[in-house]
């Protein structure tokens, strides 16, 4: 008999790797220090996973919580809450504050902001521009930081890299791997003046198909010029996986829930502005090749892109309303529904909503079930079927663009540096999130 556990997790089927196996997990001091078939050990808490499925904690590695500068809409404690709601343990948080998290002490004044006040574990972005570049390679070193954002596209905040040579020299000046939003921002610009009616619609002619595959072509180039990692987010098109299968080498994507689950016309036409993004929600061949993307292993990761505006904002008349929904609570369920409609199977979503986005970034101990590593784990039930309402949902912003929504599989508990801090929609105790630590040279 070994020494008194923390946490016993009992007779839960546990995802590993490939597999789902009849296991118990035993949590020591925040780490996994135990997992066996053999249910004879003591602990001060244990936890009964019958007929629950048990997954390494999920990490939503791009989401946008709004503090500094625009705390009415979301802030780090509201849009933690609403991730560990959703069974979510860890998120890579977004630059495009304000002012924008482009500096070693605006970076240091983010963590200070989520001390003691984020309910999951956190890691942030620092932001690129024109005028930082020779402080990456140190900005991205930050204990915490995830890596570097670059945002070829105007969206929202003030963060913007739109030509190539500003491209070459961020990508050149930073060893580890940086997120691009890949949008063509010449070509946004010119196409503005085809929105010629107040309809959101027109979000999808504005911000066309090329608009997207032209970055995404640009950023390619640039990845295999200077041999740098490039991870491309919210990849919306069927050429830019075709391109990107073509590309593996120094690059990785990302595809949203939203993007797998909506499709145009229909989502305009049925919550009109609350579906608009960057890049938008576009028709189902589009959403068809990001599964296609999926069963054939070119997409990596999913991530929620939890981007929240007011009602009042998403209540203005396009184009004067801003781009972006919140997601990182809905995340999961979206997805297990996904499984449970045998779009992709349960391990492999594991894979794009876990271990590939701690592996990608270098996140230390995370993403996997396995001795030694960080006891954030997510204990879900796959055959719980629920409405998805705005009601449920932690963000400011108080709405989702699934309200009303019925999914089947739902988070059942969050487990946070071994301890748990959700069980069935209520979270428990006080924020206890920490900085991610990465591996840096």
């Known amino acids: ?3 008194k556990l ?4 009992k007779n839960g089927s546990v995802v590993l790797g490939d597999k789902i196996e009849k296991l118990n997990i035993g949590v020591t001091k925040n780490k996994i220090t135990l997992i066996s078939s053999s249910s004879n050990y003591s602990a001060k808490k244990i936890i009964n996973a019958n007929h629950l499925h048990v997954l390494p904690g999920v990490i939503d590695s791009q989401v946008h919580f709004r503090e500094p500068g625009s705390e009415y809409k979301e802030d780090l404690h ?20 304000y002012p924008p998290t482009a500096t070693k002490k605006l970076l240091n004044d983010k963590f200070k902001l989520a001390k003691n006040r984020m309910w999951s574990n956190y890691a942030f972005f620092g932001g690129a ?26 969206s929202t905040g003030n963060l913007l890299v739109p030509d190539d040579e ?12 940086v997120a691009v939003h890949a949008e063509d921002e010449e070509r946004l610009n010119k196409r503005k003046k085809l929105i010629t009616e107040p309809s959101v619609h027109f979000h999808t002619v504005w911000r066309d198909e090329l608009t997207a595959i032209q970055a995404t072509k640009r950023v390619i180039k640039a990845a295999k010029k200077t041999k740098k990692p490039v991870h491309i987010l919210h990849i919306t098109t069927e050429q830019e996986v075709d391109i990107i299968k ?3 080498k120094y690059i990785s994507m990302e595809v949203t829930p939203q993007h797998l689950t909506l499709s145009a016309p229909d989502c305009y036409d049925e919550i009109g502005t609350y579906a608009q993004m960057n890049p938008p929600i576009r028709e189902i ?9 999926i069963t054939e292993n070119v997409v990596d990761v999913i991530g929620s892109d939890h981007a929240p505006h ?9 184009p004067n309303t801003p781009s972006g929904m919140p997601g990182v609570q809905t995340l999961l369920p979206i997805m297990l529904n996904h499984v449970n409609n045998r779009k992709l199977s349960l391990n492999k979503l594991c894979k794009l909503i876990s271990t590939n986005p701690a592996t990608l970034y270098k996140a230390k101990n995370k993403g996997e079930i396995k001795l030694n590593y960080d006891a954030d784990i997510t204990i879900v039930d796959l055959k719980k079927s629920k409405t998805i309402t705005n009601k449920q949902m932690a963000t400011k912003s108080g709405w989702t663009p699934y309200d009303g929504k019925k999914v089947t599989g739902w988070p059942i508990m969050t487990i946070v540096n071994g301890s748990l801090v959700m069980k069935n929609g209520k979270v428990i105790g006080d924020p206890i999130g920490k900085p991610i630590i990465f591996e840096r040279e």
């Open 1 to 3: 008999m070994i020494e």
């Open 6 to 9: 923390d946490l016993f997790i």
């Open 78 to 97: 509201t849009g933690s809450k609403g991730a560990i709601l959703g069974g979510v343990t860890s998120v890579f948080e977004m630059p495009n504050t």
């Open 129 to 154: 521009t024109g005028k930082n570049i020779d402080k990456l390679s140190s900005l991205e070193k930050v204990p915490g930081c995830c890596g570097i954002k670059i945002f070829m596209g105007s």
């Open 166 to 177: 500003t491209l070459y020299k961020v990508l050149s000046s930073r060893n580890y791997r």
């Open 246 to 248: 073509k590309n593996k």
């Open 285 to 293: 061949k589009h959403q068809k090749a990001l599964w296609k993307g």
């Open 310 to 318: 007011t009602k009042e904002e998403k209540n203005n008349t396009y």
